[in-house]
């Protein structure tokens, strides 16, 4: 995908830097304290950005908290368009500009990447989209899971299958 294709999708849309739209930037060697409005951001590796904690598969001295500001930024919607191509591109530019086997992000750099912010109502909207593909691919991974450990007995999930 050239770079022209990636901004595309993203580019009617107000430009700013995470700074810009959080309120707090944490980092830790131990626990986080939970926070509403937070996403978490892995500092090294490709990890998905994540809002629930628990979903996360690497330890908390790896990521940043970033406690959001709800009155200019939808938390789904911005983890929605950090995980996207466009929101990956600006991650990848700093990881890569850091030297190292193993790079890693700091807090600045955090701070630093770039959002396309759109109104709060065009946010909301992707945010629901978003959280429905979501789900129905939940849905059918889980339906994929059942019928490969039951191909023959799982009648029900090949309805919701043939359904989808």
């Known amino acids: 995908m050239n770079k022209k294709e990636v901004e595309s ?8 830097v995470l700074s810009d739209i959080g309120l707090e930037f944490n980092l830790t ?10 996403l978490y951001i892995p500092l090294i590796g ?11 598969k690497i330890k908390n001295q790896n990521m940043c908290q970033v406690v959001l500001d709800k009155d200019k930024v939808n938390t789904a ?4 368009y950090l995980n996207s ?3 990956k591109k600006y991650w990848f530019e700093a990881l890569n500009k850091k030297r190292g086997v193993i790079k ?3 807090k600045q750099d955090i701070k630093d990447l770039k959002i396309s912010l759109p109104s709060f109502e065009r946010q909301r909207e992707i945010a629901e989209v978003s959280i429905k593909m ?30 989808i």
């Open 85 to 87: 191509e466009s929101g």
């Open 134 to 163: 979501e789900s129905a691919i939940s849905a059918f991974n889980s339906i994929k899971n059942s019928l490969a450990l039951h191909p023959i007995s799982s009648g029900k999930e090949r309805k919701k299958l043939d359904s």
């Open 9 to 16: 999708d993203f580019k009617q849309y107000q430009k700013c």
């Open 77 to 80: 919607y911005l983890r929605f």
């Open 46 to 56: 490709t990890q998905s950005v994540i809002e629930d904690l628990h979903l996360s």
């Open 29 to 38: 060697k131990t626990e986080f304290e939970p926070q509403e409005n937070s």
């Open 104 to 106: 890693r992000l700091n």
